[in-house]
T-cell receptor, first 115, second 115 residues
Framework: AQTVTQSQPEMSVQEAETVTLSCTYD???????LFWYKQPPSRQMILVIR??????QNATENRFSVNFQKAAKSFSLKISDSQLGDAAMYFC????????????FGAGTRLTVKP | DTGVSQDPRHKITKRGQNVTFRCDPI?????LYWYRQTLGQGPEFLTY????????KSRLLSDRFSAERPKGSFSTLEIQRTEQGDSAMYLC?????????????FGSGTRLTVV
């Protein structure tokens, strides 16, 4: 079974600085998809960034980028120029290659942004 | 279409009562998922539908839980004889089959408190 581990329950960053959130996963598949979701307090989860395992290039979305290390099964999220609105729970998620529901989430990292 | 809608946002019920939640997915999405999220944890899969067919149920979905999607549009999740352990956020998400790399679109959730 696939598992997703986020080892940092809480992280803090100063506004305008950079922070990296860690995620590791376990799978025997070679083709899969990885996601980072953001869940602000009392608001819905929104997709931040996604990565296809067959792509070697790390995904980037504006201030958000990932460091995807397939061999190490690591998928970290880097937030540059942190803003107060980045404060939220961040969930790493894994989805396998087959045509069924297999999206698995980590336990989340609570990010605090200090002004 | 403004996204995935869930109703109600909050529900407080006495132990032993039945509750029903509703989810309206994005209209063109044929897949609909239910997840449960407890405090400090990531979402845990409960069940999913493709059109009106319920294709998978988690072991978390006890006999007291039932979900329907009668016309392949909105879905309901009913919990009978609620217990305090059912207190959680119930999340609904939708996606379009064949777009595995795009992740899910989540609703804002229904927070259930069983007293």
């Amino acid at each position: 079974a696939q598992t997703v581990t986020q080892s940092q329950p809480e992280m803090s960053v100063q506004e305008a600085e950079t922070v990296t959130l860690s995620c590791t996963y376990d799978t025997s598949e070679s083709d899969y998809y990885l996601f980072w979701y953001k869940q602000p307090p009392s608001r819905q989860m929104i997709l931040v960034i996604r990565q296809e395992a067959y792509k070697q290039q790390n995904a980037t979305e504006n201030r958000f980028s990932v460091n995807f290390q397939k061999a190490a099964k690591s998928f970290s999220l880097k937030i540059s120029d942190s803003q107060l609105g980045d404060a939220a729970m961040y969930f790493c998620a894994y989805r396998g290659p087959y045509n069924n529901n297999d999206m698995r989430f980590g336990a989340g990292t609570r990010l605090t942004v200090k002004p | 279409d403004t996204g995935v809608s869930q109703d109600p946002r909050h529900k407080i019920t006495k132990r032993g009562q039945n509750v029903t939640f509703r989810c309206d997915p994005i209209s063109e999405h044929n897949r609909l998922y239910w997840y449960r999220q407890t405090l400090g944890q990531g979402p845990e899969f409960l069940t999913y539908f493709q059109n009106e067919a319920q294709l998978e149920k988690s072991r978390l979905l006890s006999d007291r839980f039932s979900a329907e999607r009668p016309k392949g549009s909105f879905s309901t999740l009913e919990i009978q004889r609620t217990e305090q352990g059912d207190s959680a956020m119930y999340l609904c998400a939708s996606s379009l089959a064949g777009t595995r790399n795009y992740g899910y679109t989540f609703g804002s959730g229904t927070r259930l408190t069983v007293v």
